[in-house]
């Protein structure tokens, strides 16, 4: 059972560039969360999606910044224009459902530069 | 608040010893408590998580003891190891799940041969 997948596992844009981040969860998980973290710093939550559906999205900057699960393929993480202030680790997680004592499995990120 | 405030944001331990790595929290909604690990590129593992039901749950070398009067918690790890230099994050959420996590700012670890 392969576990969450992400890709690109590195990208470099150059400013005003779009980025597009995916993610697969693990087999039968439903449920996707975004985080981003910022060298020497702790993970913030950005987005919570189930498919079809934005359940949280508390986290995300109001602009340049969506997010997408599908009924089919991977979730996806669009940051539009990007800034050298973007330039981040971006992990997504995903889990059977918000249950209890449900656990979150991580995917090895995608570490994003901005030139 | 939704803060979740970890220290040290360093430690330094000798092979044996005992790593103990502190976090405090603010909202009392708070019901789930993980720590995960993380290698560098690599993305954060789950190492052992408990609910505020109980005051210590203890995985092998790894014990999370919780004091829900102070609000904080802490892991301990016996008999570091090497292989455990790493950093370790603290997290706290709602719901008694891990969806929408927040995070400590993170411990980095060394355990010296």
């Known amino acids: 059972n392969a576990g969450v997948m992400q890709n690109p596992r590195h990208l470099v844009r150059r400013r005003g560039q779009e980025a597009r981040l995916r993610c697969s969860p693990m087999k039968g998980h439903s449920h996707v969360y975004w985080y981003r973290q910022l060298p020497e710093e702790g993970l913030k939550f950005m987005v919570y999606?189930?498919?079809?559906?934005?359940?949280?999205e508390s986290g995300m900057p109001k602009e340049r910044f969506s997010a997408e699960f599908p009924k089919e393929g991977p979730s996806i993480l669009r940051i539009q224009q990007v800034v050298r202030g973007d330039s981040a680790a971006y992990f997504c997680?995903?889990?059977?459902?918000?249950?209890?004592?449900?656990?979150?499995?991580f995917g090895q990120g995608t570490r994003l530069t901005v030139v | 608040q939704q803060q979740v405030k970890q220290s040290p944001q360093s430690l330094i331990v000798q092979k044996g010893g005992i790593s103990i790595i502190n976090c405090a929290y603010e909202?009392?909604?708070?019901?789930?408590f993980p720590w995960y690990q993380q290698f560098p590129g690599k993305g954060p593992a789950l190492l052992i998580a408990i609910r505020p039901d109980v005051s210590e749950k203890k995985e092998g070398r790894f014990t999370i003891s919780f004091n829900k009067s102070a609000k904080q918690f802490s892991l301990h790890i016996m008999d570091s190891q090497p292989g455990d230099s790493a950093t370790y994050f603290c997290a706290a959420s709602t719901g008694g799940s891990a969806r929408q996590l927040t995070f400590g700012s993170g411990t980095q670890l060394t355990v010296l041969p």
């Open positions: 999606l189930q498919k079809e559906n934005i359940i949280d």
């Open positions: 909202n009392t909604a708070f019901d789930y």
């Open positions: 997680a995903s889990s059977l459902g918000p249950g209890m004592d449900t656990e979150a499995f």
